[in-house]
């Protein structure tokens, strides 16, 4: 199996503040990897390191076998790295099928038969096509949040607490989704609170702790193991 991404010993922050201390992980092709942990563990932060949008003042992020370390989000577009951050990630005064279009603003073909393919995985936003996404639910948006990411087919896609805020009707809408995809053949690196239900769909998954590697292994491994259960997954097994 292909690595696609890979985070060797990274350490990383905001500013002096270091919230990163020599993190490993990687992705390998058409895998679903989730990353959690308690609250301030890192988890974003992982996610923000990969995109550009903070400094790393320690280790290498390689996409493919190519270094990307501290590579502008910009040019981490281009290269096949799409982010869909947690919150404020569609354009809500334009409709559903302009932000499709937007999605693929760097790209010099004709977006229609993407946008097409996108509504085949995202089915109730082809009746929505004219809605502002600003209108739509929760669920939905994410729907349109994600489509926009997928345009330019990217080597893997980046979510960042895809659920926050969704009803548990729309948490297992969205989970779904994220199996569809990965179906399709996304490869996608995923940071969730609901750690349960997101360690359920992975193939593999890290905890995070303090900005450190606590615990890897199997989705199943890790919600069957008692010390992880216990501790981040709201109880030991029944």
């Known amino acids: ?9 990274i350490s990383a922050g905001y500013g002096e503040t270091e919230i990163l201390h020599g993190v490993d992980l990687h992705v390998d092709k058409g895998e679903i990897v989730v990353i959690v942990g308690p609250n301030g563990a890192g988890k974003s932060t992982a996610m923000k390191a990969v995109f550009g949008l903070l400094n790393i003042t320690r280790g290498q992020i390689r996409l493919a076998s190519e270094e990307i370390t501290n590579t502008p989000p910009q040019k981490v577009v ?3 790295v799409a982010y869909v951050p947690q919150s404020a990630n569609v354009f809500v005064s334009l409709s559903v099928e302009e932000n499709l279009e937007m999605g693929a603003y760097v790209s010099n073909e004709d977006p229609a038969p993407r946008i097409g393919e996108i509504y085949e995985l995202f089915p109730p936003l082809r009746e929505k096509w004219r809605q502002p996404a600003g209108s739509l639910s929760g669920g939905q948006r994410q729907m349109v949040a994600m489509g926009k990411a997928l345009m330019l087919h990217p080597k893997i896609l980046l ?18 989704i994220v ?45 069957a193991d008692e010390e992880v259960a216990r501790m981040f997954l709201g109880g030991g097994r029944a």
């Open 78 to 80: 281009t290269k096949g």
């Open 1 to 9: 199996m292909s690595r696609v991404l890979e985070l060797d010993r």
């Open 179 to 223: 199996k569809d995809i990965n179906a399709a053949g996304a490869t996608i690196l995923m940071v969730e609170q609901n750690a349960k239900q997101a360690l359920a769909i992975a193939h593999r998954g890290y905890v995070l702790v303090d900005g450190a590697n606590r615990h890897t292994g199997t989705g199943a491994g890790l919600i």
């Open 159 to 176: 979510l960042d607490e895809p659920t926050a805020g969704l009803s548990p009707k729309y948490r297992g809408e969205i989970f779904q």
